[in-house]
């Protein structure tokens, strides 16, 4: 948890704004309700069948429902640069794969940072290296995800990432500049 306040704390000083899966709740809740508090815009996607149960708590900030978690992802995939995604659960995980689907489709390019508390999505990881070693996925799909187990090193790499889209030079040599000729101008 203290973590994902870190993130909140993180995004409002870089002023980076927040979109999420809406509700009150779990880490997610935590990102949000850290950011709503400090002044800063959330938005909260949500689908109808979840909020009229108020399962999740209410949203911060502005809330959008949708019909599924399907168009949940949709609907974010247009508002966002990047995606955060925190450990979780099934509908978790259910929004990842979808995610991994589309990139897979070339559906978004969008990367998709995994900030890998205690080492949650190791094995994910894994998995989606072996997926490339086995051609089931190709590594310019496998690159969009990032992941880190610190939050500022995560938002760096997705920063990185949005400024080189595509092919290239990994935000790694890029950090390790015995390695890589490069001058970056913010």
Do not use: C
Not at 10 to 16: F, P
Not at 46 to 56: M, N
Not at 86 to 105: D, K, N, Q, R, Y
Request: glycine share 12%.
């Amino acid at each position: 948890m203290a973590t994902t306040v870190d993130l909140g704390r993180e995004l409002i000083r870089r002023k980076i704004k927040l979109a999420y899966g809406g509700g009150s709740v779990g880490l997610q809740g935590a990102v949000a309700s850290t950011v709503f508090i400090n002044g800063d815009l959330v938005r909260g996607f949500i689908p109808g069948y979840i909020a009229t149960r108020r399962v999740y708590g209410p949203t911060y900030g502005v809330e959008h429902i949708v019909s599924s978690n399907y168009y949940k992802y949709f609907e974010m995939n247009h508002a966002v640069e990047a995606f955060i995604i925190l450990p979780g659960g099934v509908l978790l995980m259910e929004g990842l794969f979808t995610l991994i689907l589309w990139a897979s489709e070339g559906l978004h390019n969008r990367p998709i940072g995994l900030l890998n508390i205690g080492g949650y999505f190791n094995n994910l990881l894994k998995f989606l290296d072996d997926a490339v070693r086995q051609n089931f996925m190709a590594s310019s799909q496998r690159n969009l995800f990032i992941s880190s187990f610190f939050v500022n090193e995560l938002l760096d790499k997705l920063e990185f990432a949005k400024a080189f889209p595509g092919p290239g030079a990994s935000y790694d040599e890029f950090a390790n500049s015995g390695r890589l000729d490069l001058e970056l101008h913010l």
